[in-house]
Antibody
Framework: EVQLVESGGGLVQPGGSLRLSCAVS????????MSWVRQAPGKGLEWVAN????????SYVDSVKGRFTISRDNAKDSLYLQMNSLRAEDTAVYYC?????????WGQGTLVTVSS | QSALTQPPSASGSPGQSVTISCTGT?????????VSWYQQHPGKAPKLMIY???KRPSGVPDRFSGSKSGNTASLTVSGLQAEDEADYYC?????????FGGGTKLTVL
């Protein structure tokens, strides 16, 4: 069974940092591109970033470029999102997903709240 | 990286068919056959319903179908059932990026 489990969310002050993790199981992690997608409270889905299987290619939505970094550890079957210089508008549930152009499987999400 | 355009709401009675549109540009929907549709029930993670315009993942009922014409993709739900009531999002590859629609709330009357 494919499983993706996010962790690392929480309350952080504006300008602060958080690192999200996504542990996967049930498939060969190194065979798939991976994505982060977020959803602000009561709003729609927003693609955040994706990463190639070997980590050599990364893409970001313009609003997080220079602040967020996506990475992966294929030995640990884990995906990460380092979020720096957080803003109120980054408040959202963050989902990790398997795939890039198509997200075939989603985690349950982790809530990030940016507030003073 | 502009969002794709979806109607905010759609509705139909049980057994009827409903079609939800998703309009983009030649840089996303019209330029690639990588349009996906996701179903999201309240408080739950999205679920993939259609990928590559018209393909259904294993386990998705054949009541769900997808198509595309030019810069507009469509999701059709036939034989509406109560459990189909949810938010539906389209997504498209846009050349290394991905863009989603704003979502459509489907109500089963």
């Amino acid at each position: 069974e494919v499983q993706l489990v996010e962790s690392g969310g929480g309350l952080v002050q504006p300008g602060g940092s958080l690192r999200l993790s996504c542990a996967v199981s049930g498939f060969t992690f190194s065979d798939f591109r991976m994505s982060w997608v977020r959803q602000a409270p009561g709003k729609g889905l927003e693609w955040v970033a994706n990463i190639k299987q070997d980590g050599s290619e990364k893409s970001y939505v313009d609003s997080v470029k220079g602040r967020f970094t996506i990475s992966r550890d294929n030995a640990k079957d884990s995906l990460y999102l380092q979020m720096n210089s957080l803003r109120a508008e980054d408040t959202a549930v963050y989902y990790c997903g398997r795939g890039a152009s198509t997200v075939g499987y989603w985690g349950q999400g982790t809530l990030v709240t940016v507030s003073s | 990286q502009s969002a794709l355009t979806q109607p905010p709401s759609a509705s139909g009675s049980p057994g009827q068919s409903v079609t939800i549109s998703c309009t983009g540009t030649s840089s996303d929907v019209g330029g690639y056959n990588y349009v996906s549709w996701y179903q999201q029930h309240p408080g739950k993670a999205p679920k993939l319903m259609i990928y590559e315009v018209s393909k259904r993942p294993s386990g998705v009922p054949d009541r769900f179908s997808g198509s595309k014409s030019g810069n507009t993709a469509s999701l059709t739900v036939s034989g509406l059932q109560a459990e189909d009531e949810a938010d539906y999002y389209c997504g498209s590859y846009a050349g290394s990026n991905v863009v989603f629609g704003g979502g459509t709330k489907l109500t089963v009357l």
